[in-house]
């Protein structure tokens, strides 16, 4: 349904975001939350996730109903408001968003990752997410906003992998035009090996074995559906598993734990590690303990 708008009003960054942080999060339930929605438009990204059913949203002179667990992707210049119908069990998550962290973001992601349909559709890109990705995503979001972190960088850090989970909602069910057909299942049950942890410390030969396929084809594919050379596919496996055992306290010494990745240079797991997380496997590892 089309409808016209009023003139919206413009917010702003400085007023919506931590900018220390990069974001802001809230949940909001209830009129005496939010109290009365304008129509508005604002210089930041914004993703909101429903936690009812009873809201509707006007967004770029559209009416669009959402159901429980809506995720919504809203950019700078979206002019939007929501109408709860008088009703006041209304309730969803926000997250407001910098420019700066969507770009940062965004570039971290590289170019097989379609950002510019993301920004560019007119639409803003909205997915239903199960009822276990939405408790999933909350949780995760919840356990970000209330524990003590100690100091706001891994705070920031840990917003951040919580985002590209998010966005990967976005990916893996089509929400974007355009984007490459889902990998074969061969290619997917390789995938799942490659996340035994007995799987890590293989050599490239006994990697390809996994596949039953040779290594120019398995490598072509590879660059086909995930737009990652047959290195950094393995190294970001191997890396996602050190993030895993550093975060859940279970990682031995660090050297050992560059070994049970499968890498056998402590140096270039600290220079890959810490291109990928923004600092090295030590200090993610100290901050986590503090």
């Not at 007023?15 to 339930?29: N, Q, V």
């Not at 009416?63 to 709860?84: A, E, G, M, Q, T």
């Not at 061969?186 to 799987?199: A, G, P, R, S």
């Amino acid at each position: 349904m089309v409808i016209e708008m009023s003139v919206p009003k413009l917010l702003y960054s400085k007023d919506e975001i931590d900018f220390e942080l990069g974001y802001r999060y809230r949940y909001i339930y209830g009129c005496s939350s939010i109290g009365r929605s304008i129509l508005h438009t604002h210089d930041y990204y914004e993703i909101f996730i429903t936690v009812s059913d009873n809201i509707i949203h006007l967004i770029n002179n559209q009416v669009v109903p959402l159901p429980k667990n809506s995720c919504v992707f809203i950019r700078p210049n979206d002019v939007h408001h929501y109408d709860f119908s008088d009703n006041n069990d209304f309730g969803y998550v926000n997250i407001t968003l910098s420019v700066q962290t969507i770009t940062e973001l965004f570039t971290y992601l590289s170019s097989g990752f379609p950002a510019e349909k993301l920004i560019s559709e007119k639409m803003p890109p909205f997915v239903t997410l199960t009822e276990k990705e939405a408790s999933d995503i909350f949780n995760t979001l919840r356990l970000i906003d209330t524990t003590n972190w100690g100091k706001p960088k891994i705070k920031k850090l840990k917003m951040r992998i919580a985002l590209i989970e998010i966005f990967e909602k976005f990916i893996s069910q089509n929400v974007i035009k355009n984007i490459s057909s889902s990998p074969p299942t061969w290619l997917l049950e390789f995938t799942k090996k490659m996340y035994h942890e007995e799987n890590l410390s293989k050599t490239t030969e006994e990697i390809v074995k996994l596949s039953d396929k040779n290594r120019a084809y398995l490598s072509r594919s590879i660059k086909k559906y995930y737009n990652k050379t047959f290195s950094e596919f393995v190294n970001d496996i191997r890396l996602d598993h050190a993030l895993s055992r550093l975060e859940n306290g279970t990682a031995p010494s660090i050297i050992d734990l560059c070994y049970e990745c499968g890498f056998n240079d402590l140096s270039y797991f600290y220079r890959l590690f810490t291109k990928k997380y923004g600092m090295p496997p030590k200090k993610f590892q100290n901050l986590n303990l503090n």
